[in-house]
C-alpha cells in the first residue's frame, strides 16, 4: 500500500484490527491495568484451549504481550 499510494500511513492497523481479542477482553470484564506486573508462567503461554481460551496467553501469541524478564521459578 505505501508504494502505490507513495506515503506511509498506518496501513497494519487499519486492517489489522484484533476485533476478536477485544470482543473476548469485553465478555470476560478483563481488567487491563495490570499487565504490565504480569507474571506468569511458560506453560501457561503455551496453552490454548479454545473451548476456555484464556486472555494473558493469547495476548502473548499475538505480540500484545512481550517478555520483560525471565525467573527460573518452577511452579508452586
Known sequence: NALKDGKL???WFTTGTPT?????IKEKHYNLTGLENLSIYKE???SFDLEYLEIEPLLFQTGYLTIKDVLNNNRP
Open 44 to 46: 501457561d503461554i503455551k
Open 9 to 11: 500511513e498506518n496501513y
Open 20 to 24: 476478536f481479542l477485544v470482543n473476548l
